[in-house]
């Protein structure tokens, strides 16, 4: 089986018709359940390559991916936050 090739850090994101349509919906706040799901999906996903390897021979791409990783880690963090953190961050932000 041929592996696919990995894509550069500064390679932009892959996108269809149908990840467009769901970020156009998801950005007017009339986004479905499905759109909502795809659209958090191809930010984590394609935007962030949260689980792609980030490491490239140049450190300009390896900065790059890093970079794109910790925004999906922290989208990930915020949709994964425990009920007690929670709790916690309204008690000190009011």
Known sequence: MARKPREAGTAPAQITYADVMAMKALAAGTANEGQ???ALDWIIN????????????????TDI????????????DLV????????????ENG
């Open 46 to 61: 394609q935007a962030c390559r949260r689980y792609a390897w980030p490491y490239e021979a140049d450190p300009r791409e």
């Open 36 to 38: 909502q799901k795809r």
């Open 65 to 76: 991916n890093l970079g794109r990783m910790r925004v999906g880690m922290s989208i990930i």
């Open 80 to 91: 994964e936050m425990p009920g007690s953190a929670m709790e916690k961050l309204r008690n």
